[in-house]
């Protein structure tokens, strides 16, 4: 099943610009599709919720359809970079380092995105780690967003923090879907994850576009 939520929903020509310079990985045609899902479950009133931040590349589309609908976007991450992104794989950023600790911190760049974008008043940026962020959060969420840590550990975690709290009807989604092994850091995980949302009964697939699966709460449970 291939396909966007809908095709009606699509940003102005400057969040786009935004978007596709900002630092960060996913691809136009799927952050098209997560736009789109982002003001479908909008429309629910509650806070639209994304897993993994980087530097704010995806944060920028969930920030504009929350503006439009007048909710909130929230994006969960501790800053230091998962573990592809780390020293010594492909996916490192030198500039994310901070000299200062010697350790990856996005956090400020991720702040210059929004700042650039005009979009920090729509964006609540949880610093943590997402097990501990979602054991206190206490409200339900109209969409949720999982694009963390790739390992069976990290991607489990997300779920069971985060899936939970997704509304009726709301809309959870999870990138880097891969039916087969993509490459050396993705694996499978996000795939285990997806599999078992639709084995649960709690979820029901609506679209994918490429590596994008957005489901929809139609049942209890996760």
């Known amino acids: ?12 020509p ?7 310079s900002a630092k960060g990985f996913m691809p136009l045609g799927e952050g098209l599709a997560l736009y789109a899902a982002a003001v479908e479950a909008a429309a629910l009133g ?12 995806s944060t920028i589309l969930l920030a504009d359809a929350a503006r439009a609908a ?24 030198p500039e994310t380092v901070d000299p200062v600790v010697g350790a990856m911190d996005t956090l400020p760049t991720f702040r210059r995105t929004l700042h650039a974008a005009g979009l920090e008043d729509h964006v609540v940026a949880l610093v943590g780690k997402s ?9 339900p969420l109209g969409f949720v967003f999982i694009d963390g840590g790739h390992t069976d550990e990290h991607a489990t975690a997300d779920y069971e923090g985060w899936a939970p709290h997704v509304a009726d009807g709301g809309l959870l989604l ?13 694996g499978q995980a996000p ?15 609506v679209s994918a ?3 994008l699966r957005v489901l929809r709460r139609t049942g209890a449970g996760i």
């Open 1 to 12: 099943m291939n396909g966007m939520t809908t095709t009606s929903h699509r940003p102005a």
């Open 14 to 20: 400057e969040i786009l610009a935004a978007f596709e």
């Open 46 to 57: 509650l806070p639209l919720l994304e897993v993994g931040t980087y530097c704010g590349r």
């Open 70 to 93: 007048e909710v909130t976007a929230l994006t969960v991450d501790h800053h230091r970079g998962s573990e592809e992104q780390q020293p010594g794989w492909d996916f490192h950023d």
């Open 131 to 139: 097990p501990r962020v979602a054991q206190v959060w206490g409200g």
């Open 174 to 186: 999870i990138h880097d879907v891969f039916p087969v092994k993509h490459d050396e850091w993705t």
């Open 191 to 205: 795939y285990r994850v997806y599999r078992r949302a639709l084995a649960s009964g709690a979820f029901t697939e």
């Open 209 to 211: 576009h490429d590596s």
